[in-house]
């Protein structure tokens, strides 16, 4: 299958995450095109039977520009198999509340769009401290603080289960 990945990053993980979901397919024997969906211009979709489309949750949103390129492509990622992978760092944890959130944000993202894709992933990203401001520095320890984690600020922290998102990937490759 011809598969198309194109992502949205704030601090990089996504984009790992991204290479990660390339690289799994593309060794399974799939034809896969990396793209960041501020290079979309020109997208040719006749060379396209499989997209995803991966993002991160900020301040309870996806990226503005992940959603663009949703709602823009809606009716050609409609057209064949699709899957939105969504990355936050609540995708770690076990709370249900926000395991529910997260699953909210999405539906609203895919509702927002026009774009019904054929699964959705909820995956862990990680703490990037060495990439914060010093207000985001604050605010990260004081999420991680209430969710009794302890970090320190020169220390990046990485929560994405590697394993898990390589079983998604292939089941969703095989349909």
């Known amino acids: 299958m011809k ?3 194109a992502y949205a990053t704030a ?6 995450i991204a290479r990660f979901a390339a690289d799994r397919l593309s060794d399974a024997g799939h034809a ?6 501020a290079d979309a211009e020109g997208l ?4 396209v039977e499989g997209a995803i489309l991966a993002g991160s ?4 949103r996806l990226q503005s520009e ?13 057209a064949r198999r699709s899957a939105l992978i969504q990355v936050s760092l609540a995708a770690a944890g076990e709370d249900a ?11 609203a993202f895919c509702a927002t769009t026009g774009w019904s894709p054929d699964a959705t992933m909820q995956v862990a990203g990680a703490f990037r401290f060495t990439q914060y401001d010093f207000f985001r520095r604050w605010a990260m320890r004081w999420i991680a603080a209430q969710k ?25 490759a095989a349909g």
């Open 11 to 16: 601090e990089g993980q996504t984009r790992k």
């Open 44 to 47: 040719d979709w006749s060379r």
């Open 148 to 172: 009794g984690e302890e970090v320190r600020a020169g220390e990046d922290r990485e929560y994405t289960d590697w394993a898990a998102l390589g079983a998604a990937l292939d089941a969703w």
């Open 57 to 60: 949750l900020h301040m309870g």
């Open 66 to 78: 992940l959603h663009d390129f949703a709602a823009a492509h809606a009716p050609a990622l409609n």
């Open 97 to 107: 509340g926000e395991l529910a959130e997260i699953a909210r944000i999405a539906e």
């Open 32 to 37: 896969v095109e990396l793209l960041h969906v």
């Open 3 to 5: 598969i198309l990945i």
